[in-house]
Nanobody
């Protein structure tokens, strides 16, 4: 029913930038809080999101990305974005979109995207 699909990943040199997108589709009435998580090579996916944004646009970041990454959203398009600037090799990871989605029955459930690869070379 509900899908989250990320796009925009790729290979970039240290100091470069990338812009990721994640769109929700299917039986979606309302997309509430949206988040970005990442999974570094050989590691488990981080349980704590490094960037979050509420429906009203309130954002939070972990120290590792604060000042470099910016999360934003377009509620009409049910899409969340991640602008990544001044990328570092340690940012290399699969980036996952996560969202709390309300359906027409009034139930809220959590969903994950399949992830998009971001590779930062030194």
């Amino acid at each position: 029913q509900v899908q989250l699909v990320e796009s925009g990943g790729g290979l970039v040199q240290a100091g470069g930038s990338l812009r990721l997108s994640c769109v929700a589709s299917g039986t979606v009435f309302k997309v509430d809080e949206m988040r970005w998580h990442r999974q570094a090579p050989g590691k488990e996916r981080d349980m704590v999101a490094f960037a979050t944004i509420t429906f009203s646009g309130i954002t939070n970041y972990t120290d590792s990305v604060k000042g470099r990454f910016t999360i934003s959203r377009d509620n009409a398009k049910k899409t969340v974005f991640l602008q990544m600037n001044n990328l570092r090799p340690e940012d290399t990871a699969v980036y996952f979109c996560n969202a709390d989605i309300l359906d027409w029955t009034g139930r809220t459930r959590n969903y994950w995207g399949q992830g998009t690869q971001v590779t930062v070379s030194s």
